[in-house]
RNA sequence: GGGCGGGUAGCUCAGUUGGGAGAGCACUGGCUUUACAAGCCAGGGGUCACAGGUUCAAGCCCUGUUCCGCCUACCA
């Protein structure tokens, strides 16, 4: 506390903000007073929950996690604000693949691989590593603000989510639907373990497609040409296969070739899958290496030969082709076809193929045994859930991308033949072969009571622990109340990547284990790229670093310029420059905040009272803004439309109160001999609207907000658990948009003659002024000291009639004529330029809107209303503009 | 092949039910106006991708065309 008032007087009077002796403060501040922590079951208040997308351990703090976790902020500062009781899970992810890959990097700069340490060392290793660095990016979320309840931190390798994991493995395996299968799924040699379909990144890249010669057995003429991408699979092959409807062929089906190099006999079956158009018609199978192959051949009873190993090499299978990587087994396959004669062509050709979505490299299909889940009947009921609208997708369109994956959806393989992760619950006895599947680790055989038997060596898909994440983190399988308060939860934000990986995999592991969908609404965020639209990257050195943009503009620029860009897109493009802007509106709170300090010295709200108020036009307008902007800003929240919400406040803050009220009410402030009341209503107004847009700014920049709001009379602790501004129903008084409107086109138009003559703004003129209907008159004479101060003017003529000084420019606004009588000063040619460009401005817009009036199906068909209006709009524009000819033509016969 | 999103000011993008084209940045001119030059004041700038249709009225609804981006699929 006494650093914090140390501070406040160390920054009391600087003329621009910094937020860097600020913000750690008031996080420490914050923590300090347990202000984020969520209440408990006994607490009555109703829950609003979000559990963060947790990150990876080896993740460093990027901006789509900035942009990801200020929106989540922002709704969680605004729901806490609004008296919800909030609960903002953070946590992070253990990442099988990347953190095993950066450990294995740590350890080769040992000259070790984690097979000389073994699986237990390794793992050590793992856990030193992850103590070490893995709360990076939590830190990094304290750096942006981050609201999260730090007292229900959570991993996905702690002690109660690895109990989850295995009470869901077990529960699924229980009723049939996790099971193990040799089966063809994707391998990645360099992490040497299988990957989910998803997880494969398939990119189309220029090839060579490759026509083979299989000679035909007990025939030296006759041969069957094949064409492959991949020649070396070629030592895998088990038959051939064509279109049983191709002509070409019907005479070769059952016959027998020869795989050439090989020697192998493969039968010539025939099969609906082969498509006669492409290629040749003819397909060499290769079951173990080809899914489409591997379906072929349990059909046709193929046998299926695996010739690669686990590092992608190819094994004795492959003959005299052994140990070689893929690739020298396919130059080699190819120089001996060619040399003996086996080539007939070879094609350009334009392929996906598959790679890595953590390493890049390429992905072998191969056959192996691994794990399944059964997904079809876990999908269903997580389709339904949507379809109900018990979950939303923000923007909808989402729906469409999640449905299609669901009704397509296949076999999830979850076994990942890694070291760190959640290892797979099943234990094999070796003496009786029994399959043991339970969540507490067994120490003999229940059937046999043999003490011989081992783990499987798998662990499972981090995306398995993910999928438990809304349940997992909240203390299930334990009975726990904060499962119940806080489960479904209320919001879920995440990037359009993740759809398939994880959110749909959370709601069918939500449904099925808590018999409820795991969250209520699913707000999309968008991606986030450079100015250019290109992909944010390293290697491009496009990358915008939030914790630079933080040391450079502060978290609270950064955060309010993320608002400011999401809108309901895929992409959203962020520059430097963007920041820039929202870094000079932490600025201008700044310095309107030290414009109100310095007048509300004194003040306390306690001595007021509203009723004794006599406000004035402009007090009344501004708290009527106000009270606008509340109900817009929050009306956009409600919907999600972050982009909106802050730009409203934006707008309020600098172009109504900064712009015009303050500047409305200087005067008054300055003067000596004002009224104590007066005095103090203006100090009230002053600090009811600052109050209000820092509440509003809060859960955008809660920095600044705080640091501003703790120096003006306040009665909270912290303006976060200050109450979020309520829209106030009365109904606003119409006139008073309408009267200041009036007197700010006084302003506006004399100013504007000012600036097209060249004469400085801050120079006093005389003015005429005619103004035939005496409520306007009346209106400008009581608010005369105004115009006069903004528009500086120094004295005034205000008559219903009067003459037009000869030498003199003129302004309109409505029916009210502004004459600036410059003698000596004014050049008549400018002025009759200046006057008729108004004059084609105005002749433009008349034109359209009489074309209108006098299309008689206008007149017979739209709205009495619409009609009306542009019957007001013509005579308004007609009115301007005979005065502004008349006042042309006197000009002109001078 | 299938699907989705988008083409509005120089740039980045708003524009809810059809009814006077907006913002930020950039640009131009002026300003030592006592909170702020990270500022203040004033201003210029758009055939709303193209073609057709519905309508009294279309940036918005319908059809077609075109260009860009993304996701997805087992054509070897």
Redesign the pocket.
Same mark, same amino acid.
């Given at each position: 506390m006494e650093n914090i008032q140390e501070n406040q007087i160390k920054t009391q009077l600087l003329?621009?903000?910094?937020?860097k002796i600020v913000e750690d403060h008031w996080y420490q501040f914050w923590i300090e007073h347990d202000l984020f922590k969520a209440r408990d079951q006994k607490s009555e208040t109703k829950p609003y929950s979000i559990v963060m997308p947790p990150p990876n351990i080896t993740g460093s703090l990027h901006i789509g996690h900035a942009l990801n976790n200020t929106l989540q902020d922002i709704m969680i500062r605004w729901k806490r604000m609004q008296g919800y009781d909030v609960l903002w899970v953070p946590g992070t992810d253990h990442a099988g693949i990347a953190t095993q890959n950066v450990v294995e990097r740590e350890i080769a700069k040992e000259g070790m691989t984690r097979y000389d340490l073994g699986r237990e060392k390794f793992l050590e290793r793992a856990w030193q590593w992850r103590e070490k660095y893995g709360s990076n990016i939590l830190n990094q979320l304290k750096k942006m603000g981050c609201s999260c309840d730090w007292s229900r931190l959570r991993f996905t390798l702690d002690e109660g989510l690895s109990k989850a994991v295995r009470k869901v493995f077990v529960s699924l395996y229980q009723e049939g639907l996790i099971y193990r299968s040799n089966y063809v799924i994707n391998w990645c040699p360099r992490c040497q373990t299988a990957l989910a379909?998803?997880e494969?990144?398939?990119r189309?890249e220029n090839a060579l497609?490759y026509y083979i010669i299989y000679p035909l057995k007990d025939s030296i003429k006759e041969y069957i040409v094949?064409?492959?991408?991949?020649p070396e699979?070629m030592l895998g092959d088990t038959a051939i296969?064509?279109?049983p409807n191709d002509k070409r062929y019907k005479d070769y089906i059952g016959k027998i070739a020869i795989l050439p190099l090989v020697g192998r006999e493969l039968t010539i079956v025939a099969d609906d899958?082969?498509?006669?158009?492409?290629?040749?018609?003819?397909?060499?199978i290769t079951p173990a290496h080809?899914?489409?192959?591997f379906e072929l051949g349990r059909r046709h009873h193929l046998e299926e030969i695996n010739i690669l190993n686990d590092d992608g090499t190819t094994n004795q299978n492959a003959g005299s082709y052994a140990n070689l990587s893929v690739q020298e087994c396919r130059e080699k396959v190819l120089r001996d076809l060619k040399e003996k004669g086996y080539m007939k062509k070879i094609e350009e050709?334009r392929?996906?193929l598959g790679h890595c979505y953590r390493c890049d490299t390429v992905i072998e299909p191969y056959l192996s045994q691994q794990w399944f889940v059964k997904m079809a009947n876990l999908a269903k009921p997580a389709i339904e859930a949507v379809e109900k609208g018990n979950t939303n997708f923000i923007?909808k369109?989402?729906t469409?991308?999640y449905y299609?994956?669901m009704y397509?959806i296949?076999d999830w393989c979850i076994s990942r033949q890694l070291w760190w992760g959640h290892r797979i619950p099943v234990w094999y006895c070796q003496d009786c072969g029994e399959i043991i599947v339970q969540v507490d680790d067994p120490t003999e055989c229940p059937k046999c009571h043999s003490k011989n038997i081992v783990q499987d060596k798998d662990v499972l898909d981090t995306w398995f622990s993910s999928a438990l994440w809304p349940f997992s983190t909240l203390g299930w399988p334990d009975q726990n109340s904060d499962l119940e308060k806080y489960y479904p939860t209320s919001l879920l934000i995440t990037g359009?990547?993740i759809i398939?990986f994880w959110v749909a995999r959370m709601m069918m592991m939500g449904i099925k284990f808590q018999e409820d969908i795991p969250f209520r609404a699913v707000f999309i965020n968008p991606l986030i790229?450079d !100015? +250019?639209?290109k #992909?944010m990257s390293k290697s491009r050195g496009n990358v915008i670093d939030p914790l630079l943009m933080i040391d450079q503009?502060?978290a609270d620029?950064l955060r309010m310029t993320l608002a400011?860009?999401t809108?309901?897109?895929?992409?959203?493009?962020?520059?430097k420059?963007?920041i820039?802007?929202?870094?000079?509106?932490?600025?201008?709170?700044?310095?309107?905040?030290?414009?109100?300090l310095?007048h509300l010295e004194g003040f306390d709200p306690k001595d007021c009272k509203i009723e004794d108020f006599d406000f004035n036009l402009f007090d009344q307008w501004i708290l009527d803004q106000l009270n606008i902007t509340v109900k817009k800003v929050t009306e956009y929240l409600n919907q999600y439309?972050f982009?909106?919400a802050a730009?409203t406040i934006?707008?309020f803050t600098?172009?109504y109160?900064?712009?015009?009220y !303050? +500047?409305l009410v #200087?005067d008054s402030?300055?003067r000596k001999d004002i009224d104590k009341l007066e005095k103090r209503k203006t100090q009230y107004v002053l600090w009811h609207i600052l109050d209000n847009i820092l509440r509003l700014l809060h859960p955008f920049m809660p920095f600044i907000s705080e640091e501003i709001w703790q120096k003006i009379p306040h009665k909270e602790l912290s303006i976060s658990i200050s109450p979020w501004p309520e829209y106030k129903k009365e109904k606003l008084k119409k006139d008073i948009e309408e009267k200041v409107s009036i007197i700010?086109g006084m302003?506006?138009?004399i100013?504007?003659i000012?600036?097209?003559m060249?004469?400085?703004?801050?120079k006093e003129i005389d003015t005429h002024i005619r103004v035939i209907k005496s409520a306007k008159k009346e209106l400008i004479q009581e608010y005369w000291p105004y115009i006069k101060?903004?528009a500086?003017v120094h004295s005034s003529i205000i008559e219903s009639s009067l003459e037009k000084p000869a030498y003199s420019a003129t302004g309109v606004l409505e029916d009210i004529e502004i004459f600036v009588p410059l003698k000596g000063v004014i050049d008549l040619e400018s002025e009759v330029q200046r006057l008729e460009?108004k004059l084609t401005?105005v002749e433009k817009?008349m034109t359209?809107?009489n074309k209108?009036l006098k299309?008689?199906?206008?007149?017979?068909?739209?709205?009495e209303d619409?009609?009306q209006?542009?019957r007001?709009?013509i005579k308004?524009?007609t009115d301007v503009w005979n005065l502004i000819d008349k006042n042309l033509k006197a000009l002109k016969s001078l």
């Amino acid at each position: 506390m006494e650093n914090i008032q140390e501070n406040q007087i160390k920054t009391q009077l600087l003329p621009t903000y910094n937020p860097k002796i600020v913000e750690d403060h008031w996080y420490q501040f914050w923590i300090e007073h347990d202000l984020f922590k969520a209440r408990d079951q006994k607490s009555e208040t109703k829950p609003y929950s979000i559990v963060m997308p947790p990150p990876n351990i080896t993740g460093s703090l990027h901006i789509g996690h900035a942009l990801n976790n200020t929106l989540q902020d922002i709704m969680i500062r605004w729901k806490r604000m609004q008296g919800y009781d909030v609960l903002w899970v953070p946590g992070t992810d253990h990442a099988g693949i990347a953190t095993q890959n950066v450990v294995e990097r740590e350890i080769a700069k040992e000259g070790m691989t984690r097979y000389d340490l073994g699986r237990e060392k390794f793992l050590e290793r793992a856990w030193q590593w992850r103590e070490k660095y893995g709360s990076n990016i939590l830190n990094q979320l304290k750096k942006m603000g981050c609201s999260c309840d730090w007292s229900r931190l959570r991993f996905t390798l702690d002690e109660g989510l690895s109990k989850a994991v295995r009470k869901v493995f077990v529960s699924l395996y229980q009723e049939g639907l996790i099971y193990r299968s040799n089966y063809v799924i994707n391998w990645c040699p360099r992490c040497q373990t299988a990957l989910a379909d998803i997880e494969v990144e398939q990119r189309e890249e220029n090839a060579l497609l490759y026509y083979i010669i299989y000679p035909l057995k007990d025939s030296i003429k006759e041969y069957i040409v094949v064409a492959t991408t991949r020649p070396e699979t070629m030592l895998g092959d088990t038959a051939i296969a064509v279109n049983p409807n191709d002509k070409r062929y019907k005479d070769y089906i059952g016959k027998i070739a020869i795989l050439p190099l090989v020697g192998r006999e493969l039968t010539i079956v025939a099969d609906d899958y082969v498509d006669p158009n492409f290629g040749t018609g003819a397909v060499k199978i290769t079951p173990a290496h080809d899914l489409n192959d591997f379906e072929l051949g349990r059909r046709h009873h193929l046998e299926e030969i695996n010739i690669l190993n686990d590092d992608g090499t190819t094994n004795q299978n492959a003959g005299s082709y052994a140990n070689l990587s893929v690739q020298e087994c396919r130059e080699k396959v190819l120089r001996d076809l060619k040399e003996k004669g086996y080539m007939k062509k070879i094609e350009e050709y334009r392929h996906s193929l598959g790679h890595c979505y953590r390493c890049d490299t390429v992905i072998e299909p191969y056959l192996s045994q691994q794990w399944f889940v059964k997904m079809a009947n876990l999908a269903k009921p997580a389709i339904e859930a949507v379809e109900k609208g018990n979950t939303n997708f923000i923007p909808k369109r989402w729906t469409k991308v999640y449905y299609e994956w669901m009704y397509n959806i296949k076999d999830w393989c979850i076994s990942r033949q890694l070291w760190w992760g959640h290892r797979i619950p099943v234990w094999y006895c070796q003496d009786c072969g029994e399959i043991i599947v339970q969540v507490d680790d067994p120490t003999e055989c229940p059937k046999c009571h043999s003490k011989n038997i081992v783990q499987d060596k798998d662990v499972l898909d981090t995306w398995f622990s993910s999928a438990l994440w809304p349940f997992s983190t909240l203390g299930w399988p334990d009975q726990n109340s904060d499962l119940e308060k806080y489960y479904p939860t209320s919001l879920l934000i995440t990037g359009f990547d993740i759809i398939f990986f994880w959110v749909a995999r959370m709601m069918m592991m939500g449904i099925k284990f808590q018999e409820d969908i795991p969250f209520r609404a699913v707000f999309i965020n968008p991606l986030i790229k450079d !100015i +250019e639209g290109k #992909k944010m990257s390293k290697s491009r050195g496009n990358v915008i670093d939030p914790l630079l943009m933080i040391d450079q503009y502060g978290a609270d620029a950064l955060r309010m310029t993320l608002a400011s860009l999401t809108i309901q897109a895929n992409y959203i493009r962020l520059s430097k420059e963007k920041i820039e802007t929202f870094r000079n509106f932490t600025n201008k709170i700044w310095n309107v905040s030290r414009f109100c300090l310095t007048h509300l010295e004194g003040f306390d709200p306690k001595d007021c009272k509203i009723e004794d108020f006599d406000f004035n036009l402009f007090d009344q307008w501004i708290l009527d803004q106000l009270n606008i902007t509340v109900k817009k800003v929050t009306e956009y929240l409600n919907q999600y439309k972050f982009s909106d919400a802050a730009m409203t406040i934006y707008e309020f803050t600098w172009n109504y109160f900064c712009d015009w009220y !303050i +500047e409305l009410v #200087k005067d008054s402030l300055y003067r000596k001999d004002i009224d104590k009341l007066e005095k103090r209503k203006t100090q009230y107004v002053l600090w009811h609207i600052l109050d209000n847009i820092l509440r509003l700014l809060h859960p955008f920049m809660p920095f600044i907000s705080e640091e501003i709001w703790q120096k003006i009379p306040h009665k909270e602790l912290s303006i976060s658990i200050s109450p979020w501004p309520e829209y106030k129903k009365e109904k606003l008084k119409k006139d008073i948009e309408e009267k200041v409107s009036i007197i700010q086109g006084m302003i506006k138009t004399i100013r504007n003659i000012k600036a097209e003559m060249n004469i400085p703004l801050t120079k006093e003129i005389d003015t005429h002024i005619r103004v035939i209907k005496s409520a306007k008159k009346e209106l400008i004479q009581e608010y005369w000291p105004y115009i006069k101060k903004l528009a500086h003017v120094h004295s005034s003529i205000i008559e219903s009639s009067l003459e037009k000084p000869a030498y003199s420019a003129t302004g309109v606004l409505e029916d009210i004529e502004i004459f600036v009588p410059l003698k000596g000063v004014i050049d008549l040619e400018s002025e009759v330029q200046r006057l008729e460009n108004k004059l084609t401005k105005v002749e433009k817009e008349m034109t359209l809107i009489n074309k209108k009036l006098k299309n008689i199906d206008f007149i017979q068909k739209a709205p009495e209303d619409i009609i009306q209006k542009e019957r007001i709009k013509i005579k308004e524009l007609t009115d301007v503009w005979n005065l502004i000819d008349k006042n042309l033509k006197a000009l002109k016969s001078l």
